[in-house]
């Protein structure tokens, strides 16, 4: 995009979010449900007119498919006692994101899965081949 090779580009909000501050990119519209808190004025998708191009990404910490659930419950508690932290929300809201700290792991199978079944759709209708 800088060498001028490509007119957008969508990406997550963390990595452009500075980039946008410092005007070396222009935000068109956000992916996400809600505006980015890290690009307040930027419109969303569907306030753009665009409802069908809204996407959340998922960030998420996985397992291997045979983990003990004792072991599932001790990181997700971990990891949301780290997410709670003013700092650390302070931090993913300087670079444009918003941690989610009122998920499940079950919550997050259900989303990866409605993802794959969306993009298993969509990618043959589109006609992207395996390659």
């Known amino acids: 995009m800088f060498a001028g090779r490509v007119h957008f580009l969508v990406f997550v909000a963390p990595a452009v979010t500075a ?26 998708v569907l306030e753009a007119g665009l409802p069908a191009a809204e996407v959340d990404t998922l960030f998420g ?11 599932i419950r001790k990181l997700h508690g971990d990891i949301v006692n780290v997410l709670k932290r003013p700092e ?11 941690p989610a700290v009122d998920t499940t792991p079950q919550l997050f199978a259900a989303q990866l899965k409605t993802e794959y079944q969306r993009y298993r759709k969509l990618i043959p209708e589109i006609g992207i081949k395996p390659q």
């Open 61 to 71: 910490v996985v397992a291997p498919a045979r983990t003990p659930q004792a072991v």
């Open 88 to 98: 650390t929300k302070e931090r993913f809201e300087r670079m444009g994101g918003s």
């Open 19 to 44: 980039m946008a501050r410092d005007g070396k990119v222009r935000p068109l519209a956000v992916t996400s449900k809600t505006r980015s808190v890290g690009l307040p004025d930027v419109p969303t």
